[in-house]
């Protein structure tokens, strides 16, 4: 199973984003999928994640209300938007398939990787 995530870049403080990660195949469309991301000399954090049907969603307390992730089963593809950015946000982010359908903020419970995609917001 490949991941492929892509959308990220360089924006000012207060900017936006989308985030886009698409799996090789439909081995996601019963799991729930997750991003996380880690900034330079940190550990990787979750940052939002989703049920497998969509009905269910979380947010790491430092995104909440400015992220939104969201997810289009029939095309394999989850989405992070981004939004109202801060320098604190700058990391590569990283989009994973959980093993279970529910979301899940522990990484260990992500068993397929994307090889991140990195996301610089300038002050």
């Known amino acids: 199973v490949q991941l492929q995530a892509c959308g990220g870049g360089l924006v000012q403080t207060g900017g936006s984003l989308r985030l886009s990660c698409t799996t090789s195949r439909r081995t996601n469309s019963n799991n729930a999928m997750g991003w996380f991301r880690q900034a330079p000399g940190k550990e990787r954090e979750f940052v939002s994640g989703?049920?497998?049907?969509?009905?269910?969603?979380t947010y790491a307390d430092s995104v909440k209300g400015r992220f939104t992730i969201s997810r289009d089963r029939a095309k394999n593809t989850v989405y992070l938007q981004m939004s109202s950015l801060k320098p604190e946000d700058t990391a590569v982010y990283y989009c994973?398939?959980?093993?279970?359908?529910?979301?899940?903020?522990?990484?260990?419970?992500?068993?397929?990787w994307g090889q991140g995609t990195e996301v610089t917001v300038s002050s």
């Open positions: 989703i049920a497998w049907n969509g009905a269910s969603t």
């Open positions: 994973a398939v959980s093993r279970t359908s529910s979301t899940t903020i522990v990484d260990s419970q992500y068993n397929y």
